[in-house]
């Protein structure tokens, strides 16, 4: 499976959507653009990750969707972040900073050994 | 989300799947849209839009699979996924899922059955503590198991043998008597017993006192023992019995307790009453009335005992060598002699079931080859949509696991049914405290079955398949190249069916030929609308044999006025009925020197011959006049009296006629007359002699009632005369001649017909298995059977090439058969009556048998060749 841009951890996938979520109740597709358009075009979310990502996160409990209807009029999906997925969000949030910040200072170490 | 939700959303996982889907499908068709949308509003041409849309999606498919894996429970998934597609395969081919289902099931069935009673009879231990120490004694002569064993050496034997923590004797046979006490009189079964039976076998009464060693002395009160469930019919359970006397045969035997529930010894009989050791019956050495039950002592071995015993029989022969010369005792564990009797027929029956099993095997084996040669473009289908192998061998082997069930289903069921009917068929008397049953271990066997034949006959037709469907891909359907080595395989199955069902049909075909040639066998008297029935007078209404005599004389002119009756017969015993001992008859100067001929032994009333159609051929019958005060008498059949006078005439003559006392009777033949079956019709004619009734009188006879025409209700009317004669005696032990006869060649006929309908069964499957394979190749070979119809080839010359290429296996498979048939039947020779295990008959017979109707499966699918239209052929591709 080669993501043509950045590639997204399975984790940080989760946290994306539970992110995206947490803004206003939405559409897979609409997570999906989200993304897309709040990274700025880096991360594309791939459609095989993202279901099952979204399936995964309902059997969780972390959101719920209810069938609503969308912009055209069509019938759709819509997932909306529970009071657990908000709270989960929190925790992951928190926990990806500081991911995040680990692996910064990591790599600015390597670089300086590098030297 | 609570557990509920959680469960819930599992559940709809596993079972609500089309919603489910449904919800995907649209789902994903939404956001191809969008994304379609969204680059025709960019201005591409909608055509591009759809293809740049959907080849940033991907296979659509492919995410739907991932995201059904995310949903969890895969394999379980797959598993309802796999059962769904088989029963819906299935419901399109009820026909092989009935023949495979019923095949299978016949065959687990019948294994199932078998299993279960060959585990009752021997691995369940007996149902006596420490049954393992148990052993039972039976008499040697020179050598040669016997039987019975003499009351008096089993006196000395537990007297001076040490191995025996104790050792008892018993009567093997149970006696009837009658019984009253309170209410009416009746029939009771006795078995005589020594008093330390009930120690020795390890239990004590349920209420009441256990016999103690006193009670078996001479001159003790005579005491009983209580069979629980008598107690409880006649008795009422009424606990104030116990220490009271009841009346057996007239005489007062006190009531010493009650034995619990279940409980029996051998035999099922109603009462135990303890013989006293100085009873004529139970001192003489000569006579032989017991077995012996012995526990052996502590750390004791078999082997040990038998030594032990072997030593005393040595010293018994030394001091009574008249009686005792090359007598021995022989001990066998107690389970390992109950079901010796049975060891052949439980074998034959296992190895016929087996053989089913085997055959119903390769005929399912057979018919998922077929099926999935057929199959063999659907597989390659899938797999080229993207099943992996594993998922279709998976998929395979969960539709073998539905039809094993179904088949374990079907078999379980069968089971329960075909245990009742064996154990009810072949009646296991001796084995008597062995219950067959559905046990856990039966159940866990029929289980394991259906496992090892889904592995064994399904997983190679899966693993074939699973290849084939690979190999051939999608280039010829089902007539692909590939499909030769599974016809091969199909092919020696089938051969091997055939050979099997040629074993059975040989081993059924000795055993009917065996039953016919004993059925044939003439007993040597008048069977036809004869009754027989059983009258015993107690005691104490008659006391002496003048009563007695007057008795039967009296009932003898009632039933001879009545219009209904043509002959009675009143003797001791009743040929077939009732063998009874031979004992040593011979000139008096002969007697006493060994080697005398014996003689089945009976008093008999005079007019016994007449009633009995036993045709009188020298010198008289009995007479009223042979009485005590007249010269000792006696009538030998024809055998008795040649093999004692030889050539001479033995009217006049005097025998020596061993009766248990030091000094033989003396009795003078009056009369000469054939012979008879006295035992059973296996052992054909032997000897016998008969005593004047008013000689030797008796207070238990046998009746032999001949009616005057078939309708006649006699039993009713000989009962109402016995009632008006006197009430207080019963009437018991009725059956006609003709069921005592059957019922004494009963085992045999149960063991071939259970056999016989194995064998039918075997016949079928083994048809079935032909004509598949025949049927199959003429499907599959019906273009080129068609281009050669077509080029000029004539439509028998086709047929014939079908017939002989089925008649081929039909042959192969009976050669083999034929020579496996050999080996086994002689395993059998034991079962076989005047039958030969390698009878030229029976094995012809089966020869042309199977060649007939393997003929007619042939011909089914050699027909159906000559059908092939070439046009339709060449277009059915």
Known sequence: MAQPRADLLQGSLDLLILK???????????????????????????????YPALYRLRDRGLIESEWGVAENGRRVKVYELTKKGRAALRTEQEGWRLFADAVDLILSTAEEGAR | MSWWTWTRRRLRVLFDKESLEHEMDEEMRFHLEMEIRQHVAAGVDPKEARRRALVAFGGVERHKEEARDVRGARIL????????????????????????????GIGIGGSVAMFGVLEASLFQSLPYPDSEELVLGRVTRSGQSGWVVSGRDWIDYRAEADAFASLAAVTPFDISHTAQGVGD????????????????????????????????????????????????????????????????????????????????????????????????WATARQFHNFLLIGRLGPGGT????????????????????????????????????????????????????????????????????????????????????GAGRGRLGRQLLTENAILALGAGAVGIALAT????????????????????GLSAS???????????????????????????????????????TSDRSSTAFRRALVIGQVALTVVLLAGSGLLVRSFTALRAVDPGFDTERLLTAEVTIPNDAYPDDVAT????????DRLEVSPAVSDVGLATLLPIRDPGNDVSVSTPDAYGLGGEPTAFQRSVWPGYFDAMGIQILAGRDVERTDTPGATSVIVLSEQAASSVFGDDDPIGRTVAVDVGRDEPELREVVGIVSDIVTSNLEWGVSGAMYYPFHQRPSRSMRLAVRSSDAEATIASIVREELRALDPGVPLSAIATMDDVISG????????????????????????????????????????EIGVRIALGAQRDQVARGVLRSGLRLAGIGLAVGVVAAVGATTLMQSWLYEVGSLDPITYLGVAVFVFAVTSVACFVPARRATRVDPVMAFRGE
């Open chain 1, 20 to 50: 995206t979520l947490a803004v206003e109740p939405m559409h897979g597709w609409g997570v999906s653009k989200q993304i897309q358009l709040l990274s700025r075009g880096t991360l594309e979310v791939n459609q095989g990750s993202l």
């Open chain 2, 77 to 104: 998934d797959d598993l309802v996924q796999d059962t769904r597609i088989a029963l819906r395969s299935f419901a399109k081919q009820p026909g092989f899922v009935v023949t495979a289902v019923a095949t299978l």
């Open chain 2, 185 to 280: 009189a009746h029939r009771v079964r006795a078995m005589y017993v020594s008093p330390e039976i009930f120690a020795t076998l390890g239990v004590t009464p349920l209420i009441g006192r256990d016999f103690v060693p006193e009670d078996g002395h001479a001159g003790a009160e005579p005491t009983a023992m209580l069979d629980h469930a008598y107690w409880e019919r006649w008795h009422g359970s009424d606990p104030e019995l116990i220490g009271q006397a009841l009346s057996i045969n007239g005489l007062p035997v006190r009531v010493a307790g009650v034995l619990p529930p279940d409980f029996r010894v051998l035999k099922d009989v109603d009462v135990y009453p303890v013989f006293h050791e100085d009873e004529r």
């Open chain 2, 302 to 385: 078999v082997g040990g005992a038998q030594a032990e015993v072997d030593g005393i029989s040595g010293r018994l022969a030394e001091a009574y060598p008249r009686t005792n010369e090359d007598k021995g005792l022989e001990l066998t564990p107690l389970r390992e002699a109950l079901i010796e009797d049975y060891r052949t027929v439980l074998g034959m029956l296992v190895a016929a079931v087996a053989l089913v099993l085997l055959i119903a095997c390769a005929n399912v084996a057979g018919l998922l080859l077929a099926r999935g040669n057929a199959r063999a473009a659907e597989l390659s289908v899938r797999s080229v949509m």
């Open chain 2, 417 to 436: 049914w075909l245990q009742r009917g064996i154990v009810a068929f072949v009646s296991m008397d001796q084995l008597g405290p062995i219950q067959p």
């Open chain 2, 442 to 480: 039966t159940l866990a066997f029929g289980c394991a079955l259906c496992f090892l034949t889904v592995l064994g006959f399904g997983a190679i037709p899966a693993w074939r398949v699973a290849r084939v469907g690979n190999s051939i891909a999608l280039r010829g359907g089902t007539r692909a």
């Open chain 2, 549 to 556: 005599t007057r008795f039967f004389a009296e009932l003898i």
């Open chain 2, 744 to 783: 004494s060649v009963a085992d045999r006929k149960a063991v071939m017909t259970v056999i016989g309908l194995f064998s039918s069964v075997a016949v079928l499957l083994a048809l079935v298995g032909l004509y598949g394979v025949l049927a199959y190749q003429v499907t599959r070979r019906r273009r």
